[in-house]
Antibody, heavy 122, light 111 residues
Framework: EVHLEQSGTEVRKPGESLVISCKGS????????IVWVRQMPGKGLEWMGI????????RYSPSFQGQVTMSAVGSLSTAYLQLHSLEASDTAMYYC???????????????WGQGTLVAVSS | QSALTQPASVSGSPGQSITISCTGS?????????VSWYQQHPGKAPKLMIY???VRPSGVSNRFSGSKSGNTASLTISGLQTEDEADYYC???????????FGGGTKVTVL
C-alpha cells in the first residue's frame, strides 16, 4: 500500500527555521516526483513546488522561491521541505503528495501525506 | 498567475445533482488536459477524485464526473449524499511557473 508519512507538528519562534520530512513507502520512490502544498488556517491549497526523487531537480512556485528549500534523498525514500526565517504568516498545514503522470509533463497528485502542522509564534 | 476561480459554496439536497465550476485561462485549463479535482474533509488530507479532466481513480464513486469546456472545468456530483459534504479543489497544470494552480476551493453542503 502506498503511504507518505510526514514528520510531526512543529512549533517555532519567528526567525527560526525548520525541516519537514515526507517518507514514501509501498512504491518505488525513485519513480515519482514529490510536490509540496501549503494550506493556511481556514484557507485553500497552494502549490509550493515539486522535486524529483533523487533531489537533483526542483521547480518552485514564484510565491515560495527563496522562502523554502526542497530536497530529497532517494536512498532514504524521503523528501524534505525546509522553511527559512519563519514568520507568523508561515503558520499552516504543509502536505507532501506524490505526482503521477503518464508522460513527462503534467499529471496529478494521487497520494498525500497526513500533513505537518507548523505553528510560528513568539 | 492567479488561482483558478471556484464558487465559495454550493449546496444541494440528498439525491440531487450539483456542479462546481473552475475557471482558468488560456494558459492553464484551456491548454492542457491535466485538470484534477480533490475532496477534502475537515482535518483530513485532500483526496484525488478526478484527473485528466474526467477520469475517476479506482475506488471513487461513479457519482463523481468531470468535464471541461474552453477555460472552464466542472465537477458534477450526482445522487448527492451526506458524506459528499466537504471542500472541493480544482487544479490545473500550466506548463510554466508555477507549474500547477489550485482553485480557491468550494464548500459543498448537503441540506
Amino acid at each position: 500500500e502506498v503511504h507518505l508519512e510526514q514528520s510531526g507538528t512543529e512549533v517555532r519562534k519567528p526567525g527560526e527555521s525548520l525541516v519537514i520530512s515526507c517518507k514514501g513507502s509501498g512504491y518505488t520512490f525513485a519513480s515519482y516526483w514529490i510536490v509540496w502544498v501549503r494550506q493556511m488556517p481556514g484557507k485553500g491549497l497552494e502549490w509550493m513546488g515539486i522535486i524529483n526523487p533523487s533531489g537533483s531537480d526542483t521547480r518552485y512556485s514564484p510565491s515560495f522561491q527563496g522562502q523554502v528549500t526542497m530536497s530529497a534523498v532517494g536512498s532514504l525514500s524521503t523528501a524534505y521541505l525546509q522553511l527559512h526565517s519563519l514568520e507568523a504568516s508561515d503558520t499552516a498545514m504543509y502536505y507532501c503528495a506524490r505526482r503521477v503522470h503518464s508522460g513527462d509533463r503534467g499529471g496529478q497528485f494521487d497520494y498525500w501525506g497526513q500533513g505537518t502542522l507548523v505553528a510560528v509564534s513568539s | 498567475q492567479s488561482a483558478l476561480t471556484q464558487p465559495a459554496s454550493v449546496s444541494g439536497s440528498p439525491g440531487q445533482s450539483i456542479t462546481i465550476s473552475c475557471t482558468g485561462s488560456s494558459r492553464d485549463i484551456s491548454s492542457y488536459q491535466f485538470v484534477s479535482w480533490y475532496q477534502q474533509h475537515p482535518g483530513k488530507a485532500p483526496k484525488l477524485m478526478i484527473y485528466e479532466v474526467s477520469v475517476r481513480p479506482s475506488g471513487v464513486s461513479n457519482r463523481f464526473s468531470g468535464s471541461k469546456s474552453g477555460n472552464t472545468a466542472s465537477l458534477t456530483i450526482s445522487g448527492l449524499q451526506t458524506e459528499d459534504e466537504a471542500d472541493y479543489y480544482c487544479s490545473s497544470y500550466t506548463g510554466s511557473s508555477p507549474l500547477w494552480l489550485f482553485g480557491g476551493g468550494t464548500k459543498v453542503t448537503v441540506l
